[in-house]
């Protein structure tokens, strides 16, 4: 069917999207500081719906779907993702977290020569592989690149060394797994950190509840850039 | 059993027999009884406001549909006929009715009052399949410019809309030119504008304001300029948004003002503005639109003013227009039948 919403056009509070994994931590201690309860969902690691604190969490991935189709009013998503998943405008990117810094990159084995770019010269073409098949188009496309995509869901990291991919595209953060398996960072294709999405009929139908989130965030924020 | 001609999800030829493809669905009686008692409603709103119902082929040339823009509008189906031309199921009404006024109906002297009820097909993006085959009605009124005729059309909607069961929807107002006027009053450079705009276009916010962070540090805007280009695509709401404008950009807001100023209680009960709000489409030029329900996650329809597509077909007529997904409508009728049910009950326990 087209466009159902459930558990949060029911809700008359805001429904919030948390991101499993990584950005966990940082969204939930971020709710904390601005006054969100958020214990029961720190202590039950495996619940994903919290009706009386108006939470739920899902795949990062999954954020922007839940967010888009209106299962939740707002999300947490890192920027990566957002790219990768939501469709123009399929939901509002309304401000910029801060937390869950990290950039997409282009690497590859370590040499002299880049492969991506011998690739190039000897195939006109260069197979790249990435949990990120949109993003890694987008950039060969930006870059004037022909490449092959081969779509991979994890240890990305193997692919270039055993010889299946020239290069991969994907999240750098320290750089350390990349160079415990012998890849270097050829290339910063787009900084990345934790946003706040809304989905656009939240936005209109529960707007004071959504501009009082934001205030509240950014005012959060502002404060932390203000003492560090 | 692998079958090339099998699609993904179908263990056989003889499932396949069975099923409809992906996007596309039967309507069965007990639905249909509540959608044509719907459109009925929709019809006699539309006839007694004088807007005559058209009807257009579900074929079009791509040519022709590609005067709107085939991006935008993402035909699902392009098809070739016997004679090698290239053919699409239509992805929405605006440009075939645009087609027809330029053409069929070029001897008659405007306005065009038209409206119509027709299945629109469009491919689908992203993680959510949605319908790729859905009904469509709407009406277009060309050959009038200016914002009186977008608040006729705005009148019309609402009309329409409040002769089904549907309540508790809200209109979501904006103008396409907002921002590209915003940006020419307050002397941005010219080539750093499209970038902008289409961060505005995306609705990424961040975006928005890293874009005008870079042009800061480049020395190409002031501090206050980007300050007043952040804070005014980001207002939304009611008669509030018009007050306390920098005084270079009021006038980029006076048709809005206008409309809102101009508007029949009950429309601007339903009205939000929102300067940020620009849609997707390529053909919209001024006044857009977009209809929320509390009950859906998505739009059920929107509109906009369009004064440069009929242009595109040799006769230069202003036009503005709206469309909503009867499906949509539907669902949101039956949520809201269901609530009102629910706070009956409510109301008669205590």
Known sequence: MSGLRGFAARSKNLVIAIPGGNLSRDALGLLERIGHQTDEMVKNPRRQLFPELGLMTMRPSDVITYVSAGAADVGIAGKDVIAEYATDGAVYEILDLGFGACRMALATREGKDNPVDAAMTRFGVARIGSKYPRTARAWAYRTGRSIEVIELKGSVELAPIVGLVDGIVDIVDTGRTLAENGLIERETIANSSARLVVNPTSYTHKGELIERFNSAVQAELDREGDSS | ?350
């Open chain 2, 1 to 350: 059993m692998t079958d090339e001609a099998t699609p993904a999800g179908a263990t056989s030829g003889k499932d396949l027999a069975f099923s409809t493809p992906p996007g596309l669905r039967d309507m069965l009686p007990d639905e249909l009884s509540d959608v044509t008692r719907l459109l009925t409603r929709f019809r006699l709103e539309l006839e007694s406001r004088h807007y005559s119902e058209l009807h257009t082929p579900a074929l079009e040339y791509e040519s022709t549909i590609a005067l709107g823009g085939l991006e935008s509008t993402q035909p699902a189906f392009p098809l070739i006929d016997a004679e090698g031309r290239r053919l699409v199921l239509r992805p929405d009404m605006t440009i075939p009715t645009a087609r027809v006024i330029a053409t069929r109906l070029r001897h008659l002297e405007p306005p065009f009052r038209l409206y119509y009820v027709s299945h629109v097909y469009r491919g689908t993006t992203g993680r959510i399949e949605q319908p790729r085959e859905f009904l469509q009605v709407g009406a277009e009124l060309v050959g009038l410019s200016g914002p009186d005729s977008t608040l006729e059309l705005l009148e019309v909607l609402v009309a329409a809309v409040d002769a089904t069961p549907l309540v508790g929807y809200r209109i979501v107002l904006g103008d396409a030119q907002l921002l590209p006027a915003i940006l020419h009053a307050l002397k941005v450079p010219r080539k750093d504008r499209p970038a902008i705009t289409h961060e505005l276009v995306t609705r990424d916010y961040v975006g928005l304001r890293n874009q005008l962070d870079r042009l800061c540090e480049q020395g190409s805007i002031s501090a206050k300029v980007q300050r007043i280009i952040v804070e005014t695509v980001s207002r939304r709401g009611g008669e509030e948004v018009f007050d306390n404008l920098d005084e270079r950009i009021v006038a980029a807001t006076d048709s809005l003002r206008q409309i809102y100023r101009d508007a029949t209680p009950n429309v601007r009960s339903k009205l939000l503005i929102d300067f940020g709000l620009t849609r997707q489409l390529g053909y919209y030029t001024g006044e857009v639109f977009e209809v929320h329900h509390p009950a859906l996650g998505q739009a059920i329809g929107g509109g906009g003013r369009y004064d440069n597509l009929l242009e595109r077909f040799n006769r230069k007529l202003p036009a503005v227009g709206f469309g909503l997904q009867v499906e949509r409508l539907h669902e949101a009728a039956r949520a809201d039948d269901e609530q009102r049910k629910a706070t009956f009950l409510t109301k008669s326990v205590t």
